[in-house]
């Protein structure tokens, strides 16, 4: 998503006839006519180096998220790897819960590390007006996505956490097993 941050209309930036866009990728202007024209950046090392070290989160994150997703299916218990072995599958699931919440954090880190910039600069006196920005529907996102993946990681990890104990319910023994002869259906 380019919206990581959108143009802001406060002050005496009153101008409706195009909205401005800039991501983690490239910049769009949205014109009143409905068309957006968009530009990639040029060069690697001419970017900030906030939005590298974004893009390198944004990207470890998601990288962490998909080999979380591959480790937490062979933990899962409807699958039948490692099957013989629930403890082992256990500590996988684990793992795999671990993994997402490190991936989590960073996209956590990734987004407000960018947000906190996009804030500092609106509230910066020495900026002005008409090149303020305000925060972008992707920023949102990413904030609700790593929220989700660190309670999701965070589930998975409470849930595997058994040191080892049996998981099969107990239940009382039922009041005919102590008398012979008495077998009611």
Same mark, same amino acid.
């Given at each position: ?56 989160? &944004? ?13 937490? &299916?062979?933990? &899962?218990?409807? =699958? ?30 990734? =987004? ?14 020495? =900026? ?58």
């Amino acid at each position: 998503m380019v919206e990581w941050k959108a143009s802001s209309y406060a002050g005496d930036n009153i101008i409706t006839a195009q909205a401005m866009y800039e991501g983690l990728w490239k910049t769009c202007v949205y014109q009143s006519t409905g068309q957006m024209q968009c530009k990639q950046y040029d060069s690697l090392l001419q970017l900030p180096a906030i939005v590298q070290g974004t893009r390198g989160l &944004m990207l470890s994150a998601a990288l962490l998220g998909f080999i979380a997703i591959l480790v937490e &299916m062979v933990g &899962m218990r409807c =699958t039948t790897c490692l099957a013989g072995e629930p403890q082992q599958k256990d500590k996988v699931a684990l793992v795999g819960g671990v993994i997402f919440l490190i991936s989590g954090l960073l996209a956590l880190v990734g =987004t407000s590390w960018y947000g906190h910039r996009i804030a500092k600069e609106f509230y910066d006196p020495f =900026t002005p007006t008409n090149s303020r920005y305000e925060f972008g529907s992707a920023l949102y996102l990413g904030w609700g996505a790593a929220c989700l993946t660190i309670i999701g990681g965070g589930f998975l990890c409470c849930h595997c956490s058994s040191d080892g104990q049996s998981k099969s319910p107990r239940y009382p023994p039922s009041r005919s097993a102590g008398q012979p002869g008495k077998d009611y259906v």
